[in-house]
């Protein structure tokens, strides 16, 4: 029998609940040496102990003196000083005897012998002298309590004869994956297994904050066996973070366990992704049960266990850095949640964009890829395309300004130039979007990418590329850079065991096809070939199966859920399936010439025409490289 949610908190409130019946954290607290402090939270403001310097000491290299003996001296008048008598020798850092009051540079003496010295210009009074508590006094606040030490200030704790403070302890966070379906890394994978990634994800979030992560075992389905971890997590950590088992199925039994051996407070929030977290105590330590989902695991993270984790050290956490950014599509949303939209940002013609990512709770890549996050409020349906939006950052303003945006039709090769352009220089970034050749042009026409890959098919004059920029961008300059030349083919397992050999093959029946996106250049081909043999998609199987890159083609092909997809050499080799060539395609770059002269993009142009890039191509196979780099102005 399936469980029901218990609450459905808004997520403010439901951490103000939560915080509220957990009370006042016992915050632990231990001495630890000075060189050893780094990132730790003081307990209590730090005063320094001495003086630093400790004594008066010499600035320069030089002659300590009395000032009064050179109020004379002039380039018309040398003034003569003797050794013992008038000045001694000092370096720096030496100490000052009292009876002297400057220091004169070396720079600015003449030696007259051994033991006699010309001056030529005055001294003022404590001229080179670092006096006694100059940078810091005794009794001198140096950190404040709850402080995040910093290397700067382990030097000024020091100085100041600082060598030992008291510290919070860094809390214990106990994580206990559970889940009959989960493996550890390395595993040999059979159907049905999940290999547990997303303890390793919290144990690196708890370390970044200040915690130390203890991950239990993985714990199977098991009533029995989740309820004793948990005590024994609670008796040996300050917190105890249960992944999964959150929902309301009928092995989901974190809430019951946590129920029996604790206090369940809250279990279900008006978050997406997010929302079955629960939030309770066990043996008086806080314990949060994170959905499995590594998306929804994320944000329960970092919306709700981070609090934790920082306030069991004393820290309050920081406000997110937000911008102002254009939103490049419609974000759909529902009324019931608070809702977190991963984007990927870009800087083009001096505003921020930012295009929505895969939304789903599983879709752990729109977490690597994404460069902030957009907030729906619940009460908001929807934001429509163009509208200026608040985006919460994950990545640095600077990033993103120096970050090409890409976006179009898929090939492996655009990742590869993409990480060879960073090598070659480590300020610039590429960002790639695959959403087909024909997205990527309406994006260059909406401002919203600097480039865009396309390989596009003229079916009446059989010329790729140019008569479809002339067409649906007349209002620019568009410049075609030229890429590559690259096979176009049918990808079938080892053996081409069905004998795929052309168009007309796909519509034979038992034949499952997996097909390109709409509005993408391999698509646009399918078709051209299709309505040439007269070949109705509907008798195909597996026509409205869409992938949005080469690779997910060749990997359906290669797990056997299609036996024929259509794509390019590069991505059948990479997948160990046998190519059945088709065509010859150009596969080229659409940027806006008022682009061209950007630094980043001569750079890019610079990265594909260069030895290393077109190494890489002869590795994957296909490809045509002979007038890569190649402009050609419209």
């Known amino acids: 029998m399936q469980n029901v949610y218990l609450s459905n908190y808004e997520l403010n409130e439901a951490i103000e609940i939560y915080l509220k019946k957990l009370g006042n954290f016992s915050l632990n607290k231990e001495k630890i040496s000075t060189w050893d402090a780094n990132g730790r939270i003081t307990c209590n403001p730090m005063f320094s102990i001495i003086s630093s310097p400790h004594y008066n000491s010499s600035a320069m290299d030089g002659i300590a003196t009395k000032s009064e003996k050179t109020f004379s001296a002039s380039d018309r008048n040398h003034v003569i000083l003797e050794e013992f008598e008038d000045y001694i020798v000092v370096d720096t850092g030496d100490p000052i005897p009292r009876e002297y009051d400057c220091v004169i540079m070396v720079e600015d003496l003449i030696k007259v012998d051994e033991k ?12 080179n002298i670092r006096p006694l508590g100059e940078d810091i006094v005794e009794n001198q606040l140096i950190i404040p ?174 406000v997110d850095k937000v911008i102002d950014a254009t939103l490049t599509k419609r974000a759909m949303s529902s009324l019931k949640y608070l809702e977190f939209v991963r984007v990927k940002l870009g800087y083009i013609d001096n505003k921020f964009i930012a295009t929505p990512l895969a939304r789903g709770a599983g879709a752990t890549m729109s977490l690597v890829k994404a460069d902030g996050v957009l907030e729906i409020d619940q009460n908001v349906e929807g934001i429509e395309a163009g509208t200026i939006v608040k985006i919460k950052m994950l990545n640095s303003e600077e990033n993103i300004k120096n970050t090409l945006v890409c976006i179009g039709s898929h090939d492996p090769i655009i990742d590869i130039a993409s990480d060879i352009m960073h090598q070659r220089n480590k300020m610039y970034f590429l960002s790639s979007a695959n959403v087909g050749s024909m997205g990527g042009i309406m994006s260059l026409n909406k401002g919203e990418a600097h480039m865009a890959p396309i390989h596009l098919l003229n079916m009446e004059t059989g010329e790729y590329n140019k008569s479809y920029v002339e067409k649906y961008i007349p209002n620019k300059k568009i410049c075609l850079v030229k890429c590559v030349k690259r096979i176009q083919g049918f990808m079938v397992k080892k053996g081409n065991p069905l004998n795929v050999k052309d168009f007309k093959d796909l519509s034979r029946d038992g034949l499952k096809f997996v097909n390109r996106q709409r509005g993408s250049g391999t698509r646009l081909l399918l078709d051209y070939n299709l309505k040439k043999l007269n070949i109705s998609p509907e008798k195909i199987s597996g026509y409205f199966r869409e992938e949005y890159t080469h690779l997910a083609v060749a990997a359906a092909v290669s797990a056997g859920d299609a036996d024929v997809g259509l794509g390019v050499y590069s991505a059948a080799t990479m997948m160990n399936l046998d190519f059945i060539p088709v065509c010859n395609e150009e596969y080229d770059i659409a940027i806006p010439e008022e682009y061209i002269e950007m630094n980043i993009v001569k750079e890019f142009i610079k990265t594909i025409k260069s030895k290393t890039f077109k190494e890489e191509l002869e590795k994957l196979g296909g490809y045509d490289y002979t007038e890569t780099g190649d402009i050609i102005y419209q």
């Open 145 to 318: 309590s709850n402080h995040k030490i910093r290397p700067v200030d382990i030097g000024a704790l020091i100085a100041g004869g600082i060598n030992s403070l008291e510290v919070y302890k860094k809390p214990v966070i106990g994580i206990i994956p559970t889940g009959t379906e989960l493996v550890e890394p390395g595993t040999s994978l059979k159907i049905g297994d999940i290999i547990d990634f997303n303890s390793r994800v919290f144990s690196a979030q708890v370390s970044d904050w200040g915690g130390i992560a203890k991950r239990y075992n993985i714990v199977k389905d098991n009533y029995q066996e989740i309820k004793n971890t948990v005590i024994k997590a609670s008796s040996e950590c300050d917190m105890v973070l249960i992944n999964a088992g959150s929902s309301a199925g009928r092995e989901d039994f974190t809430s019951e366990v946590i129920s029996e051996v604790g206090e369940l407070m809250i279990h279900g929030v008006a978050i997406k992704p997010g929302k079955p977290v629960m939030m309770g105590k066990v043996n008086n330590k806080p314990i949060i049960g994170i959905p499995g989902f590594p998306v929804s695991a994320y944000f329960v993270m970092e919306k709700i266990a981070k609090q934790i984790v920082e306030g069991l050290q004393g820290i309050e956490s920081k």
């Open 116 to 127: 006699k010295i010309e001056i030529y210009q005055s001294a003022t009074p404590w001229q």
